[in-house]
C-alpha cells in the first residue's frame, strides 16, 4: 500500500461510491475505478461491496481501510515534526475537546496561546470525552483534552484536574431534602428518583452506564441530551437527578439544588492531555498544555 492508495481508498469509503470520491480527490472516476481494482486483484479480495448504495466496507475492506488510517497518521505526524523544524513555531495545532470543556478553557488559554504562538493555526474538534482518544490514536487530532482514564498503551497522558462524581438534585428532589449539599450519598439512595441523562459519547455517561449496572438500578429517564448545561437546567428546575462531575457545580446549582458526591465510586476519569506516545510533541503543543495547566489551576483557587 502507498500514500496514493491509502488517501484514495479512504475517500471511497467516506463518499460510499468511485464517482463521489472521485469528485472530492480531482481525479477521474474511470482512474479511480481502475486503481481500486488492481488495488483489489493484488490482495486476492474485495475491499467493498457494490451491491448496496453506498458502498459497504467488506470485512477485507476494514481491515485495509484500518491500515490505511495507520499510515496516514504517521505521514501527517512526520510532515508536522518536520515543519515544526523548518519553521520553529509555526504551524497548526489540531485540538480534540468537548464542548463543555471548550467553553472553560478556550476563552482562559487562547488569549496566552495567541500571544506567545502568533504563527501557530489552532483548528477546533468537539467531540464527547468518550471519543476523543479514539480520534488521538487515529490521527486525526494532535491533542486531546478529556475527562477519560489514562489507560491507553498507544498514549502518553498529563494531568490537568482531578475530577469527583456525584448527584446533582434540583432542590425538588427528595435527595435534597433529606442531605445538606455537599454530603456524600451512596447512589442507592437515588434509585427512586427522576434522572437527567447525558448521551452515550460522553464522559460522565460511561460512568453512569457503569454504576446504572453495577447496582442493578434502572431509574426513569426524564430527558437524554447531548448538552451538559441542558441536563443541568432541566434537573434544576424539575427536581430531577443527574450524574455530575464536581466541576460543573456552579452558583446557580447552589442555589436551585445541591451537588452530592457519591460515597461508593472512586472516580479514574480526570481532565487529561493526551497525545500520540513515542511522536514527540511540537513546541507549541506542549506550550498549550502549560498554558492551561495554568489558567485552569489559576481558575480553582
Given amino acids: 500500500m502507498n500514500l496514493k492508495q491509502a488517501r484514495y481508498i479512504r475517500a471511497i469509503a467516506q463518499e460510499g461510491g468511485v464517482t463521489a470520491a472521485a469528485r472530492k480527490l480531482y481525479v477521474s472516476q474511470p482512474a479511480l475505478s481502475q486503481m481500486l481494482r488492481q488495488v483489489e486483484e493484488e490482495l486476492g479480495t474485495g475491499l467493498f461491496d457494490r451491491s448496496v448504495s453506498p458502498f459497504r466496507l467488506t470485512y477485507a475492506g476494514e481491515k485495509f481501510l484500518e491500515a490505511a488510517d495507520v499510515i496516514l497518521a504517521a505521514h501527517e505526524r512526520l510532515e508536522n515534526q518536520l515543519q515544526e523544524i523548518r519553521e520553529e513555531n509555526s504551524g497548526r495545532l489540531r485540538l480534540g475537546i ?52 489514562s489507560t491507553s498503551p498507544r498514549l502518553a497522558y498529563e494531568l490537568i484536574e482531578r475530577e469527583v462524581i456525584g448527584i446533582l438534585a434540583g432542590e425538588g428532589a427528595a435527595l435534597a431534602a433529606r442531605y445538606p449539599t455537599g454530603g456524600t450519598v451512596h447512589l442507592e439512595e437515588a434509585a427512586p428518583e427522576t434522572f ?6 460522553h ?99
Avoid at 437527567?196 to 459519547?201: D, E, I, P, Q, T
Avoid at 424539575?238 to 472516580?267: K, W
Fill in 98 to 149: 468537548s464542548v463543555q470543556r471548550a467553553g472553560q478553557v478556550l476563552p482562559l488559554a487562547l488569549p496566552w496561546f495567541a500571544m506567545q504562538y502568533p504563527h501557530v493555526s489552532l483548528s477546533i474538534t468537539e467531540r464527547g470525552s468518550a471519543d476523543l482518544e479514539e480520534l488521538v490514536s487515529r490521527g486525526e487530532v494532535d491533542l486531546a483534552l478529556a475527562a477519560i482514564e
Fill in 196 to 201: 437527567v441523562s447525558l448521551k452515550a459519547g
Fill in 203 to 301: 464522559s460522565v455517561r460511561v460512568v453512569q452506564d457503569l454504576l446504572f449496572r453495577r447496582y442493578g438500578l434502572e431509574p426513569k429517564i426524564l430527558l437524554e441530551t447531548d448538552s451538559l448545561e441542558v441536563a443541568k437546567r432541566v434537573a434544576l428546575g424539575t427536581g430531577s437527578c443527574m450524574l455530575c462531575s464536581n466541576i460543573y457545580v456552579d452558583d446557580m446549582v447552589q442555589r436551585h439544588g445541591g451537588f452530592y458526591p457519591l460515597a461508593d465510586y472512586e472516580n479514574h476519569r480526570h481532565f487529561y492531555a493526551c497525545y500520540p506516545k513515542g511522536s514527540p510533541l511540537p513546541q507549541y503543543a506542549a506550550g498549550f498544555i502549560q498554558i492551561v495547566k495554568r489558567v485552569m489551576g489559576q481558575r480553582s483557587l
